[in-house]
């Protein structure tokens, strides 16, 4: 197969996977919100993220309050009356989710992983036989789809290589904290022959790529990621290189 075909699959890929996984969620903002149901006699509404603020409001059992956005161990809340304000993690992990369970701290670092837009991640592994080490910057397009920027070096025994890439990153369950993914993406492969080879050139060709790999949220706003890919490098006309890889490394979103 030549590579302007193998090429021509790959975009095809691309273009039939980006439409169907966006999911069309063109609902107000305020549904993203997550209520839970106070459970204790009362929860008191501080005027700011601190116990030296003053309470302004107290909401009784059986309300349901919004949680907005946390600050350290303060999270901004709105009552069903419309009050806004600041509860202690301590008042709020006494809650209950709309399901009926209790609401606990870990769950909330999560929600704020999931709601995340960028992430900045580095890994290393193995490119064929040599050592890889690479950095990442992504930006959550939907829930589904994140755009990502990779830098990643190789150090090979005769050349060091340079990979420049742009993917499309497909989360298959966003929302879950185990969650696998594939991508599809193109860029640029610099290569660097050594000093002790005679005659050798240094070249930087066209590249496509595709990968599948998992990710798991650990805690905070750490996750860990661990995927294995496969490179199509345009060597000539009717030539190309095929080249694996297969790192993991972790990854901090914000």
């Known amino acids: 197969m030549s590579i302007q075909l193998k090429l021509f699959n790959i975009l095809l890929v691309l273009l039939l996977i980006v439409p169907f996984s966006v999911q069309a969620k063109e609902t107000d ?4 919100y997550q209520k839970v149901k106070i459970v204790e006699a009362y929860i008191e509404l501080h005027t700011g993220p601190g116990s030296g603020f003053p309470v302004f409001f107290v909401d009784q059992r059986g309300n349901k309050i919004k949680i907005l956005k946390r600050k350290t161990d ?11 304000g600041w509860v202690a993690r301590k008042q709020l992990e006494k809650t209950l989710t709309e399901a009926g369970v209790k609401k606990s701290f870990k ?15 580095i890994a290393s592994g193995l490119f064929e036989s040599e050592q890889s080490f690479t950095l990442r910057l992504g930006y959550k397009l939907t829930p589904n789809i994140i755009f990502e920027l990779a830098y990643t070096k190789i150090a090979g025994k005769f050349s060091s290589s340079t990979l420049y890439q742009g993917n499309f990153n497909l989360q298959l369950y966003p ?32 590249m496509a790529n ?14 860990f990621r661990l995927e294995a890919s496969t490179y199509v490098v345009l060597v000539g ?18």
């Open 29 to 32: 903002k305020q549904d993203e």
């Open 74 to 84: 303060w999270f901004k809340v709105q009552t069903d009356s419309n009050k806004t």
């Open 107 to 121: 769950d909330i670092l999560l929600d704020d992983y999931l709601k995340s837009r960028l992430e900045f991640g």
């Open 175 to 206: 929302d879950a904290r185990f969650s696998p993914f594939m991508y599809i993406g193109y860029g640029k492969f610099e290569n660097v022959p050594s000093t002790s080879l005679v005659a050798a050139k240094s070249s930087t060709l066209d």
């Open 210 to 223: 595709a990968g599948i790999g998992v990710k798991y949220y650990l805690s905070d706003r750490f996750y």
């Open 237 to 254: 006309d009717n030539r190309s290189d095929e080249y694996s890889q297969i790192n993991g490394g972790f990854s901090f979103f914000f």
